[in-house]
């Protein structure tokens, strides 16, 4: 398999996050439920993965890293945690539905308002447009830090000042960045930075969490155990125990703590970035003059702003039937549809096409994006 599907998920692991894995099934209790062993030693291992993340993305205090399953439980919990009723959030037309149900839900029972940023025609985010729209009294600004369908990056740091600026809170969705896009939550100036480990990060599925800056408070979404205070009647409030209802997946955080390790060996996620991009760039050059192909995003305009991710159609093709020929033709894997980005299928006009999207990886090589290069040749020829 030639395997381009890593804004989906990293399936190729590194061996040292295979091994911690195995080694964590085989030797952990529960973190914090009980003085044995076992549960010390998956206490342990919790932390090194909480200093770890704490590090990568510049969050001061490692204790307000917040572990969950994914970047969607996630967003979730900060949405829940930071809006109230009658609440103003100005999100953006780029935003995966991690973030867009969650917030119509919070419309629908909350009566909160919520109003879009648009993006230009190559689907950058229109940043002054938002900032139009965070006006004084807007409670919190959410908005990718990488585009899922498009690979398009956001700067994200003058978002933040947008919002400040306004009074507001800043919330990014790293899903498709923490790993290969530098982050800094204090140099920054972000307040909460969502994140998932399955990607970029190269652990394990089911691990994710946030980063919180210092002054953030994020009301608990979950209640439940947490190993410490069973007497009190709600959840405990000290950090990180507020965000953590319930067992962590310290298997899976021994995994994600490889990950970022394999990532900090390897230059930090500007090298792993550089890389990725590089390879896609090859794919974008490869393929943008070839007949009845279009290729979306920043690439033909701004190529320094974008990710490992190229986004095409071929003329008279379904995404879908597209997606099929690579992998039955070539064994390709990729990813095709409306990528859960709604907003920004209609921003970009391919609502019944879909996009095929192809997202290098850092085992990605140069042999085999020049073999998708020839196989969508084949496929518009």
């Not at 190729?12 to 091994?19: G, S």
Request: charged share 20%; glycine share 12%.
């Amino acid at each position: 398999m030639i395997y381009l599907d890593n804004a989906a998920t990293t399936m190729r692991k590194p061996q040292e996050v295979v091994d911690a894995v195995v080694a964590a099934m085989g030797s952990l209790g529960n973190a914090g439920r009980g003085a044995s062993a076992g549960a010390l030693d998956a206490g342990r291992v919790v932390l090194r993965a909480r200093e770890a993340v704490a590090a990568l993305l510049g969050c001061p205090h490692a204790d307000h890293v917040c572990f969950s399953a994914n970047a969607t439980a996630s967003l979730n919990a900060a949405l829940s945690g930071l809006v109230g009723p009658g609440d103003r959030v100005v999100t953006t037309v780029l935003e995966h539905n991690s973030v867009l149900r969650p917030l119509a839900r919070l419309a629908d029972e909350r009566g909160v308002e919520v109003v879009y940023a648009g993006c230009d025609a190559h689907g950058f985010l229109d940043l002054d447009e938002l900032e139009r729209l965070v006006t004084p009294g807007t409670r919190l600004v959410v908005v990718t830090h990488g585009s899922n369908v498009t690979g398009n990056l956001v700067d994200v740091t003058r978002v933040a000042q947008v919002a400040h600026a306004a009074g507001a809170i800043c919330l990014v969705d790293a899903s498709q960045t923490a790993g290969a896009v530098p982050l800094d939550v204090a140099a920054m100036g972000l307040d909460v930075v969502c994140f998932t480990g399955h990607k970029g990060l190269m652990g394990p599925q089911g691990t994710g969490g946030m980063a919180v800056a210092d002054g953030v408070d994020v009301r608990p979404w979950a209640e439940g155990g947490s190993g410490v205070r069973s007497f009190e009647r709600r959840h405990p409030l000290e950090w990180p125990t507020r965000l953590e209802a319930g067992t962590l997946n310290a298997h899976g955080l021994a995994g994600l703590a490889a990950g970022v390790a394999f990532v900090e060996k390897n230059g930090g996620p500007a090298a792993v970035g550089a890389r990725e991009h590089a390879l896609a760039r090859r794919l974008y050059e490869g393929v943008r003059d070839a007949p009845g192909v279009t290729v979306y995003g920043g690439w033909p305009v701004a190529p320094e702003r974008c990710g490992g991710i190229v986004a095409l159609n071929v003329d008279g093709l379904d995404s879908a039937e597209v997606a099929d020929a690579l992998s039955a033709g070539w064994g390709i894997a990729c990813r095709a549809g409306a990528h859960c980005a709604p907003l920004m299928h209609r921003a970009l006009g391919t609502e019944r096409q879909g996009i095929v999207r192809l997202s290098c990886g850092w085992f990605t090589t140069e042999d085999e994006v020049d073999t998708v290069v020839a196989a969508v040749r084949t496929i518009a020829a």
